[in-house]
């Protein structure tokens, strides 16, 4: 997680939210569970806890109520993806092409195609998948 | 003469006089106090109110800053729109109010926000979805992004599963021996896809060399996968584009059609862009550097926007660390060597240019979007056509959110499936709000590249070398003024090898859209232009005839003229010789005198 956390600091392109607020957390794993969705996994808030919600060259990882117009609301992107009311997945972020998601049934962080939901990649680590995702 | 002037002046501006009687107050009066004071005394305080409004409404134009508050408070209301939308606890509420279920409730609130996308320019339309296959997905997003993803080659892993056995059982053993010549790329259909972009075409030359280095035959190539091609081209250019990196998962292959396209668009628009920008309240010193990144490097982001000169509060701290000499004066330029050196030391910061709050100077997020989105260019035959610059436009963050935001995939009639997207004007190559005046219409025209045909040029390039060969045979006994002819000859076969390969082109792709080729009036065309062209030129001949005749009349007209001018001198030299009119008249008397003797 920390080599992720100094990655993302270096590159000055990238824009990074603020730390996330418990409260918001609590509220958002409510929301998402009332939605059908599965809950943000432990090592995703660690990355929250330092960033809520990350921008770069067109890619994105969601945040949980963030501020900022730039960034997305993790509940929201869920609502609005293909995806929502899957209970055992998670959307966490996207580029272009592709959703960075997390699978509660493997336990794995998946690349998965928007269009043809199409596993593309599967990361048991939170690192390499958010690299594949912002392309860093 | 005075007189006749003011004359004049009158006559040319017949309300010059009358200046004070529509002086710049009585006009403004005239506008605004149009009804009579006794008229204006009967309205009521509520009516005059509305009288004023009315006024303002109709006389007076928005301003750069009226426009932009409509922007954003129109942008504003459309982000809590879509966030409702897509909020269970809104929709279940509106049911509620409504007395309708959860589904038709979020239908109308969709149709409501599609219809209000409608008007601002963002039209949601429903169409047959085309689906891409996998492959051809995954040499666009090459394309795009100018990057090849590694696949994991062990065997238990998921992506490994996408190379075929052909790539996996490899050896380059087997093809020590062979030639780049006898790879005949057109065999594989894969390849023949890949070649369809541009910068994959660029790559066709070493293509065969690297596959005789990845051990893969000129056999095994044509049943090749989309996803083998890219590993073998991922082998070979990670190496090239980060050789201390082994473990990297991306490789560089070229500029990608993203950075490709906002490097043309800056060209083309770069002071539309800044204006846009300006008229959106964008620090300038952001906007230059915003610009200058897009001309070089093609991106939006990812640039440190740092102050021009040393402050007196930065040197104070760069010089503790050592990072400037001591002798650096307050306002001297931050040179780029020395932001390397203060970025290194992880002091950025210090030196980022800050707004009047003291915070770091930022701009919109600026984000390629395809308007005929990649899932639905399956109904393509050139699947190039996705990644070229007509099909793409820079938006800025939250229109890009929107543009998204009615994305709907659905199946009707059991296998038939359909796309519900929001679709921007083809034009527009800049989307940078909802009034037109935040937009850039582009008509980037033609494919961005030029086709050239592979064939014709190496077999000149062929030519070429085996010249050179000779050349380099003979050098010594060669002048340096033969050599110069050789090379002008071979550069001017090489232009005409390409000029008879662009009509072929034309030619072919006639025969591919009309089928019904039409080279007899191609031939009329030619001769019309021929004959047109042979009278252009008689009449240009004519013409310089009627110009000789008349620069030799001009010319014989100044000797007559120099020749009097001569003879008006010597006279005036004569008269002025005789001072008083007795001598002259002597002189006169004399020569006459002088005449009579001669006789």
Sequence with gaps: MKNIIQTLKKIPAAILGSPVNVKKIILCQKELTQNHNAMIPEDFLELLHNFNAVAYDGAKIFGISPNGKIFMDIVLANQMSPLAGNPNIVVLGCDEFDYLAYNTETQTYQIIDKEDLEVLEEYSEIEPAVKHILKI | ?599
């Excluded at chain 2, 660029?202 to 280095?213: A, C, D, F, G, T």
């Excluded at chain 2, 064939?455 to 380099?472: P, T, V």
């Excluded at chain 2, 120099?562 to 005036?572: G, T």
């Excluded at chain 2, 030299?573 to 008397?589: L, M, N, V």
């Design chain 2, 1 to 599: 003469m005075v007189k006749k002037r003011i004359e004049k002046l009158e006559d040319a501006f017949p309300d010059f006089f009358d200046e004070e009687e529509n002086s710049l107050d009585q006009i403004l009066d005239n506008i605004t106090f149009q009804k009579s004071q006794e008229e204006h005394n009967r309205l009521s305080p509520e009516s005059a109110l509305q009288h004023v409004d009315d006024f303002y409404e109709e006389k007076i134009s928005e301003t750069c800053e009226d426009i932009l508050l409509l922007e954003k408070n129109t942008t504003t209301l459309i982000q809590a729109d879509i966030e409702n939308l897509y909020k269970g606890s809104f929709v279940r509420d509106y049911a509620k109010r409504y007395q309708t279920t959860e589904k038709e409730a979020k239908e109308r609130l969709r149709a409501e926000l599609s219809h209000q996308l409608q008007t601002l320019g963002m039209n949601c339309i429903d169409k047959k979805h085309y689906a891409l296959p996998r492959e051809i997905k995954h040499i666009i997003r090459m394309d795009f992004y100018g990057t090849i993803d590694k696949i994991d080659e062990k065997l238990d892993s998921k992506s490994a599963k996408k190379l075929s056995s052909i790539y996996l059982n490899r050896d380059p053993r087997k093809t020590k021996d062979l030639k780049p010549s006898d790879y005949d790329l057109k065999k594989s259909h894969t390849w023949m896809i890949y070649r369809q972009f541009r910068s994959f075409r660029l790559l066709e030359r070493n293509l065969p060399e690297i596959l005789i280095h990845a051990g893969i035959s000129p056999e095994n190539f044509a049943h090749l996968n989309a996803y083998d091609i890219s590993q073998v081209l991922y082998n070979h250019y990670i190496h090239k584009s980060k050789p201390d990196a082994e473990k990297d998962e991306r490789a560089n292959l070229f500029l990608g059609a993203k950075y490709r396209f906002v490097k043309a668009f800056i060209r083309r628009n770069k002071t539309a862009f800044k204006h846009i920008m300006d008229l959106r309240g964008v620090d300038t010193r952001y906007t230059d550097a915003l610009i200058k990144n897009m001309e070089q490097y093609g991106i939006t982001s990812g640039f440190d926007m740092v102050e021009k000169n040393y402050s007196a509060e930065i040197l104070s701290v760069l010089k503790k660390y050592k990072l400037v000499p001591e002798d650096t004066p307050i306002g001297a330029p931050i040179k780029e060597e020395q932001i390397s050196k203060i970025k290194e030391a992880g002091l950025i910061g210090l030196i980022l240019a800050r707004d009047e709050n003291g915070n770091p100077v930022t701009g919109p997020e600026l984000n390629v979007h395809h308007k005929i989105a990649v899932q639905d260019s399956g109904e393509k035959t050139n699947f190039a056509e996705v990644n070229q610059f007509k099909n793409l436009c820079l938006i800025i963050e939250p229109y890009h959110f929107f543009a998204h935001a009615l994305d709907r995939t659905q199946n009707i009639n059991g296998a038939e499936r359909y796309v519900s997207r929001i679709e921007i004007n083809e034009n527009i190559a800049f989307f940078g709000g909802f009034n037109k005046i935040f937009q850039v219409e582009c008509d980037f025209g033609r494919p961005h590249y030029n086709e050239y045909d592979h064939e014709i040029l190496d077999q000149i390039h062929q030519k070429d070398s085996a010249n050179n060969k000779n050349l380099s045979d003979t050098s010594d006994k060669i002048s340096r003024k033969q050599k110069k002819k050789e090379k002008l000859q071979q550069q001017k076969q090489i232009e005409q090898a390409l000029n008879n390969s662009k009509p072929q082109k034309i030619k072919k792709h006639k025969k591919k859209t009309d089928e019904t080729p039409k080279p007899a009036q191609h031939t009329d065309t030619e001769s019309k232009k021929m004959q047109g062209l042979s009278r252009r030129i008689d009449k240009l001949a004519h013409k310089k005839d009627e110009y000789n005749k008349i620069r030799a009349e001009l010319i014989e007209k100044r000797k007559q003229y120099l020749s009097l001018r001569a003879a008006k001198k010597s006279a005036i030299k004569t008269i002025s010789q005789f001072e008083d009119d007795e001598k002259f008249e002597r002189f006169i008397q004399y020569t006459i005198k002088m005449q009579e003797k001669q006789r």
